[in-house]
């Protein structure tokens, strides 16, 4: 193999240039020529790839986004969107991919593998930690860590004024950001997708909260099968209108998806870059470089979006007993 390329692709997560970096360098010095796709598989089948050096990475580990652009591409979706992509791909004389990206990303890529044959190998890089086949992926710590800043400034207000927060945080079908800020940020309760929220129970629990306590803080994920966090506010509301309670709902948004990654990005971010290009060097395809307790482990993408990775049920109970 002489010749690798590398992409972000889905939603951007902090990490991702960390990831970039260490995939152009470990190229460069196993004497491969490395190559960046810019705007995902969007540009895959638009043909924007250009040689990339070693410093073309210089001054990014600490950035945010991603220098080479990232997209959602209805295009790769059908056939002939991944026949484009692989013509210009061979075209350049690519012979390996390493794709930086969430689940969507890599069902992409097993598509493109078994149609092509096309070696390629993922980094897990999304804020929402539902990849099976590594601990934590790239993006989540810093995720956290944004939202629990701004979890601890509402704390704040909240118990100024005796108010009942509910805080919206990322996550369409995961709830990991939601439970690692409910422990962090010390949440009375926190509601996700994977879970069935039972608001009949949170208000009850509310009303005795009350006794011990003038204000709470709610985490809700997005994507809760209840609704989001204005919705879920307002039915609560709704159940609890004649307790003279005051509710107010934050949603934290895009803030999660930006901002210097944490160290604990930083480090992932290099390991799995460098694994996913050695691992090409090795013959490993059609699969994810994670870190699971520790050491790097290659998982076919077929289980890394087959099989889902469960919250951690004590996590939950953790939540509830510590909001007595
Ligand atoms: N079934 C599929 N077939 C072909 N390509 C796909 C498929 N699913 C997703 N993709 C491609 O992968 C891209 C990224 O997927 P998606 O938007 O789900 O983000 P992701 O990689 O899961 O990251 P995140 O969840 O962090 O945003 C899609 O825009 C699409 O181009
Ligand atoms: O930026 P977009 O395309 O609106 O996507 C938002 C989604 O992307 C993520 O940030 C990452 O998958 C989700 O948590 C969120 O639901
Ligand atoms: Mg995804």
Redesign the pocket.
């Known amino acids: 193999m002489k010749k690798i390329a590398v992409f972000t692709?889905?939603?951007d997560?902090p990490g991702m240039n960390a990831c970039i970096r260490a995939v152009v360098r470990t190229a460069i010095f196993h004497n491969i020529e490395i190559y960046g796709i810019s705007y995902?598989?969007d540009g895959m089948i638009n043909g924007n790839i250009k040689r990339m050096h070693s410093y073309s990475v210089s001054n990014i580990i600490q950035r945010g986004g991603t220098i080479l652009k990232s997209?959602?591409?209805?295009d790769?979706?059908t056939p002939e969107g991944?026949k484009k992509a692989f013509a210009k791909l061979t075209e350049q004389g690519i012979e390996g991919i390493v794709a930086i990206?969430?689940?969507?990303?890599?069902?992409?890529a097993k598509?493109f593998f078994e149609e092509f044959g096309m070696p390629i190998i993922g980094c897990p890089?999304?804020?929402?930690n539902?990849i099976y086949g590594t601990d934590y992926t790239i993006g989540f710590d810093t995720a956290v860590n944004t939202a629990l800043e701004a979890i601890d400034k509402i704390r704040d207000t909240a118990a100024a004024h005796d108010r009942i927060f509910f805080v919206e945080v990322m996550g369409r079908d995961s709830g990991y950001i939601a439970v690692e800020c409910g422990i962090g940020g010390g949440a009375e309760f926190v509601m996700v997708p994977e879970t069935k929220t039972d608001l009949n129970k949170v208000v009850k629990s509310l009303k005795n909260l009350r006794k011990s306590k003038s204000s709470s803080i709610i985490v809700v994920a997005e994507g809760d099968e209840e609704g989001g966090g204005e919705e879920i506010m307002h039915k609560v509301e709704e159940k609890l209108k004649d307790a003279d309670k005051d509710f107010k709902v934050t949603t934290l948004g895009h803030i999660q998806r930006g901002g210097n990654p944490t160290a604990r990005d930083r480090v992932l971010a290099s390991r799995c870059g460098m694994a996913a290009v050695e691992g090409l060097l090795k013959g490993e395809q059609n699969c994810m470089a994670g870190v699971v307790n520790g050491e790097v482990v290659y998982t076919p993408f077929a289980d890394c979006i087959g099989k889902s990775k469960a919250l951690n049920e004590d996590h939950l109970r953790l939540i509830e007993i510590l909001s007595i």
Not at 101 to 108: L, R, S, V
Not at 125 to 128: A, H, L, P
């Open positions: 692709s889905g939603g997560a995902g598989y997209a959602r591409s209805e790769f979706r991944r990206g969430g689940d969507g990303t890599f069902t992409g598509t890089g999304t804020i929402d539902d």
